[in-house]
């Protein structure tokens, strides 16, 4: 059974610090990975997509990196701004039946 | 392009009441799914569909049937609600992989519906 673990489940830095979630995956046999950001009471947007033969995907200050074999994956934030707060979410999707599961988020705080 | 259209975005049922929502995608995907958003629980995904006339149970589908008559919606059905059913449903859409092997297969997501259940 696919378990997609985020830490940590909440964090707060400091506006212009560099920072990074991660995301853990027990089941490798994945066809990609997906972070998705969440505003409260919004929906989800995603951000970043890996797919399983990549390494890394890069958009803006925005820097997501794939670790298949050892299950892991990280999304670096870099010069964080008061704007990124929100819930930071992946989501890997599973080769055998396309099934996409989610980890239960990370909430990102940035202090002015 | 509208994207993803959940309709309604806000209910309040009383206990053994019927409903159904409705998703909607104009971007021709053939995958759909249904989603429900629990505090602390984080997205758990109740049942989705690989194409048209297709349907598979999701990691909580009791209590919900859904239908996909047609590609561009997906309707999910609570037949006697119970306030266990008290959530947020996201649907989501994407592109089957096997037609189309691109970065851009990424999962696109409604709004949202807040349902209550008293």
């Known amino acids: 059974k696919q378990e997609v673990t985020q830490i940590p489940a909440a964090l707060s830095v400091p506006e212009g610090e560099n920072l990074v979630l991660n995301c853990s995956f027990t089941?490798?046999?994945?066809?990609?990975l997906q972070w998705f950001r969440q505003d409260p009471g919004k929906g989800l947007t995603s951000l970043l997509l890996?797919?399983?033969?990549?390494r890394e995907q890069t958009s803006g200050r925005l820097n997501a990196s794939l670790d298949k074999s050892s299950g892991r994956s990280t999304l670096y934030i870099a010069a964080s701004q008061p704007g990124d707060s929100a819930t930071y979410l992946c989501?890997?999707?599973?080769?055998?039946?396309?099934?996409?599961?989610f980890g239960k988020g990370t909430r990102l705080h940035i202090l002015p | 392009n509208a994207g993803v259209t959940q309709t309604p975005k806000f209910r309040v049922l009383k206990t053994g009441q019927s409903m159904t929502l409705l998703c909607a995608q104009d971007m021709n995907h053939e995958y759909m799914y249904w989603y429900r958003q629990d505090p602390g629980m984080g997205l758990r995904l109740i049942h989705y569909s690989v194409g048209e006339g297709t349907t598979a149970k999701g990691e909580v589908p009791d209590g919900y049937n859904v239908s996909r008559l047609k590609k561009q919606n997906f309707l999910l059905g609570l037949e006697s609600a119970a306030p266990s059913q008290t959530s947020v449903y996201f649907c989501?859409?994407?592109?089957?992989?096997?037609?189309?092997?691109?970065?851009?297969?990424?999962?696109?997501f409604g709004p949202g519906t807040r349902l209550t259940v008293l």
């Open positions: 989501a890997v999707r599973r080769n055998r039946d396309d099934k996409i599961i």
């Open positions: 890996i797919q399983s033969s990549q």
């Open positions: 089941d490798s046999a994945i066809y990609n």
């Open positions: 989501a859409s994407n592109r089957d992989r096997r037609i189309l092997l691109t970065s851009t297969d990424t999962q696109y």
